[in-house]
T-cell receptor, first 114, second 118 residues
Framework: AQSVTQPDIHITVSEGASLELRCNYS??????LFWYVQSPGQGLQLLLK??????LVQGIKGFEAEFKRSQSSFNLRKPSVHWSDAAEYFC????????????FGSGTRLLVRP | GAVVSQHPSRVICKSGTSVKIECRSL??????MFWYRQFPKKSLMLMAT?????????EQGVEKDKFLINHASLTLSTLTVTSAHPEDSSFYIC??????????????FGSGTRLTVV
């Protein structure tokens, strides 16, 4: 069965520092992968997605993610974190069947130190 | 871009009453909509998938008689929590699939509804 693992529950970084949020997936074929961000009490905003092609994907707000098939990973990165990036981040994989369901990881809460 | 409007954003209801949550796709047609429940500091749990004009498909363990889903048009899906109890208090989020998006995998989320049952 497909699954998504985000091993870090919380991550704290200083403003201006670089960031990497980890995501590992379990799926037999090439997956459709997504990163979403959620501010408190809000819905989810799409940061970026990977379907095929270039394994380095650029997203909004200066985020990027790299798909590494050999490691079954799709880690999210940002070179310089801003205080406004503090939020919950979810990695997700889409079921490649007629259900089109999204399977979410457990999320990583990002805290930004001033 | 694609926008999904979810209403209400917050609702407080008395135990035993029913609450309806609406989810509208504003500028695209959504043949498929998903309903999630999110507990505090937890991930999103898929409750059900609704397809326009047909019965919703519920995930294992979700009571279909308690969480009624209707997807009567290509732009509107509703979730009704019937005979609500305090344990139904949660954050509910809808998501609409935009099949015109790349690879048919475009998902737009509503802003969520905070339900409190007292």
């Amino acid at each position: 069965a497909q699954s998504v693992t985000q091993p870090d529950i919380h991550i704290t970084v200083s403003e201006g520092a670089s960031l990497e949020l980890r995501c590992n997936y379990s799926y037999g074929a090439t997956p459709y992968l997504f990163w979403y961000v959620q501010s408190p009490g809000q819905g989810l905003q799409l940061l970026l997605k990977y379907f095929s092609g270039d394994t380095l994907v650029q997203g909004i707000k200066g985020f990027e993610a790299e798909f590494k098939r050999s490691q079954s990973s799709f880690n999210l990165r940002k070179p310089s974190v801003h205080w406004s990036d503090a939020a919950e981040y979810f990695c997700a994989v889409a079921r490649m069947d007629s259900s089109y369901k999204l399977i979410f990881g457990s999320g990583t809460r990002l805290l930004v130190r001033p | 871009g694609a926008v999904v409007s979810q209403h209400p954003s917050r609702v407080i209801c008395k135990s035993g009453t029913s609450v309806k949550i609406e989810c509208r796709s504003l500028d695209f047609q959504a043949t498929t909509m998903f309903w999630y429940r999110q507990f505090p500091k937890k991930s999103l749990m898929l409750m059900a998938t609704s397809n326009e004009g047909s019965k919703a498909t519920y995930e294992q363990g979700v009571e279909k008689d308690k969480f009624l889903i209707n997807h009567a048009s290509l732009t509107l899906s509703t979730l009704t929590v019937t005979s609500a109890h305090p344990e139904d208090s949660s954050f509910y989020i809808c998501s609409a699939r935009d099949q015109s998006a790349q690879g048919n995998y475009g998902y737009t989320f509503g802003s969520g509804t905070r339900l409190t049952v007292v």
